[in-house]
């Protein structure tokens, strides 16, 4: 009897040990998110905006000025865009005060489609539409019903089962706070396969007043997008590109500046647009500086943070009063991690970002080929510069890279990736990285062919 006690404890020992170390072990890997693919758009040749375009698109604006016309030349030419860029169809073809519906979806569907599309094609053989268990789309300006989600899920015909979400009004920090969402729904269920795309509608919400905080937006946002394929399922983990580090988010919302900032509006005239005052960059560095506290003490090794807080405390006791107590952020963020991935919101927010960490011209530049080649386009930016570094041959096995993005709230939403192998593949910036970095440093030619518009005697015309 006793001896049947003992193997009976013994088995009941053994079996709970299994179970604990399953329970485990299943946990540990729903916490994981793999990266097993992602697709940047590019548009059709007769959808770039080059110089000429985008001078006929601005002279059919009646609203405007000479003074108008001398303000958006100086932001073209100090804005970092290139002649390669692409815009939406109906701006193109004239209607930008016109848009409807139907130039709304199709511009979404053409992004999306193309995107997912290419996605699909180069994963086929290990993961179809009908596997997909979770759906995440988010396009800050244009929430139609059914959602986008829904046209997304009829499309590709995907399993009534799918969990899906529609997300809006999030700005260019979108597609972070997607894979936020996605990690978080993977500690849930195990085995799962999610996608995250992200674009912004451009055509129907082009500002035609003469507002010039609301111009801005017209001389940087471009047509573009991006489709991410994720899972937490160990069996792909071979297949994966990256995987997720930490994510952390800032929400500067119960500021009022911050709030407004960046911001959906119309102009005393009627015209609807999008506001960028003034307080934008002290929001967004504001926001970074909040992020960071947070998500760097994660991935940096402790002999830099605690050689940050010896040298941080001397300065502080030396310092005479008056004196900045620090210039830039004071960390060796290198020691943690090797790439940055920087929103290619705009020239001022990459150099500003850059020169605040520290980074060097071969740290931000694949941020700024990527506003050259294909502007901001918002939340799917980052995959754009992502997709340089690919291109480039940058990353290796091991490499940490650092994804910034800054959108309207305000917020900032950072996350950290893991490189699991040497990736050169093929993908949006096959036809053109070769030209990069040469190509960005020819001169804008808005200057070379509009600089007449300066002359003191254009004064008393209206163009």
Known sequence: MELFSLSSLFLVTTLLVFYISKYVLNKRNQRNCFMLHYECYKGQDDRKLNTETCAKIIQRNKNLGLEEYRFLLRTMVSSGIGEETYGPRNVLEGRETSPSLLDAHSEMDEIMFDT????????????????IDILVVNVSLFAPSPSLTSRVINRYKMREDIKSFNLSGLGCSASVISIDIVQRIFETRENSLALVVSTETMGPHWYCGK????????????AGGSSVLLTNAPRFKNRA???LVTVVRAHMGSDDEAYSCCIQMEDKDGHPGFLLTKYLPKAAARALTLNLKVLLPRVLPHKELIRY?????????????GESTSSGIGLDLKTGLQHF?????G??????????????????EPARMALHRFGNTSSGGLWYVLGYMEAK???KKGDKILMMSMGAGFESNNCVWKVLKNLDGKNVWDDSIDRYPELSK?????MEKYDWINDDTMSFIRV
Do not use: Q, Y
Not at 347 to 364: M, N, P, Q, W, Y
């Open 309 to 321: 807080a010896i040298v941080r405390s001397f300065k502080r006791r030396t310092i005479t009063k």
């Open 241 to 243: 590109l990256m995987k």
């Open 393 to 395: 041959k940058r990353l």
């Open 347 to 364: 020239r001022a927010i990459i150099e500003g970002v850059g020169k605040s960490l520290g980074l060097t011209e071969f740290d931000i």
């Open 341 to 345: 991935c920087i929103h290619p919101g």
């Open 442 to 446: 020819i001169p804008n030619p808005f």
């Open 116 to 131: 997912l599309d290419k996605l699909f094609h180069k994963t086929k053989g290990f993961v179809s539409p009908s596997d």
């Open 211 to 222: 507002d010039r905080s609301m111009m801005l937006s017209n001389c940087l946002f471009r």
